[in-house]
């Protein structure tokens, strides 16, 4: 299939509903909506609401059914950028090829933003009159699910380990620890969560969830792959400075072709999990061999 153009189209959709559903800019504050619609509005990939949606595909549910879900985890995905790029975290001066939140409206309002745009993801998606036909069970499930995937249980976790970790030597235990949380978490939650309210099954949710697991870490290694290797006009960001914060990463334990090497495997166990699945899958195998290919 064509991914590029997969990705194209359900990357439209997600923006659209992101316009429709999110307080529109001059709503009062508008300083806070400008903001989260600047941070939004950024760009990128939008690659987990996107496994969601593939992932509702996979098991015969409706990909547009899921939009609220899809829309809510880019909500999460990007108030934790906005975070990250603060002074006190990564200190990031670029994102998505635009100055940082912060930088454009100051540390306090970006902070206030990256609260408004995790608070508005669980806003969206308890709305009632919002994926009425999905059942309220599954809507709480997957509710819990993303809530566990965000939290110190997962992403946040693993950020916190990645800021202690700074500048000392990590064993391959904890630096995959840390990718697996920091990144991992909330891919598996898109993932199984789009699923989810999609009515898969129970073993159907365990094949994606293994699926998602190894897509999340092999996400993580190309992207400290492309800190290295990657061109800052098609990054979007600064590159190198994994290096030079002394941050754990798998080039710097493994090196760049050991760290590729062990990407290209985790892809290859994220494609046998999705053997049990028919036609409906094949976005989410294109997207697993773009994850290895991509270059930004």
């Known amino acids: 299939m064509n991914v590029s153009a997969y990705l194209k189209r359900r990357k439209q959709w997600v923006d659209q509903a992101l316009r429709r ?8 504050p508008p300083q806070i909506h400008e903001a989260m619609h600047y941070s ?20 015969g549910g409706k990909a547009k059914e899921v939009l609220p879900l899809a829309c809510a985890l ?83 976790g693993g950020q916190t380990m990645d800021i202690l970790s700074q500048g000392k030597p990590v064993e391959k235990e904890l630096l995959e620890y840390i990718h697996r949380h920091k990144t991992g978490a909330l891919m ?9 309210l999609g009515g898969a099954s129970e073993s159907q949710l365990k094949a994606l969830a293994a699926y998602g697991e190894n897509l999340g870490l092999a996400f993580q290694i190309k992207d400290d792959l492309l800190d290295v290797q990657g061109k800052k006009g098609k990054m979007g960001k600064a590159v190198g400075k994994d290096a030079a914060r002394g941050k754990a990463t798998y080039p710097a334990l493994w090196g760049v072709a050991g760290a590729y090497r062990r990407a290209e495997e985790l892809i290859q166990k994220a494609l046998e ?13 294109a997207i697993a061999r773009f994850v290895l290919e991509r270059e930004h």
């Open 21 to 28: 559903w999110i307080p529109a800019s001059q709503v009062f």
């Open 188 to 196: 598996i939650a898109s993932v199984c969560t789009g699923a989810l």
């Open 40 to 59: 939004l509005g950024a760009g990128g990939k939008r690659l987990r609401p996107i496994l969601a949606l593939a992932a509702a595909e996979a098991v």
């Open 74 to 156: 880019e909500l999460i995905h990007t108030y934790s950028l906005v975070h990250d790029d603060l002074p006190a975290m990564d200190n990031d001066d670029w994102r998505r090829g635009k100055p940082t939140c912060h930088k454009v409206y100051g540390e306090a309002i970006a902070i206030l933003a990256g609260d408004a745009l995790l608070t508005e993801a669980f806003r969206l998606l308890t709305r009632r009159d919002l994926m009425k036909g999905i059942s309220p069970l599954r809507r709480l499930r997957a509710i819990n699910l993303l809530a566990e995937a965000a939290g110190s249980l997962g992403m946040i």
């Open 273 to 285: 999990a999705l053997a049990p699945f028919n036609r409906h899958a094949q976005p989410l195998r």
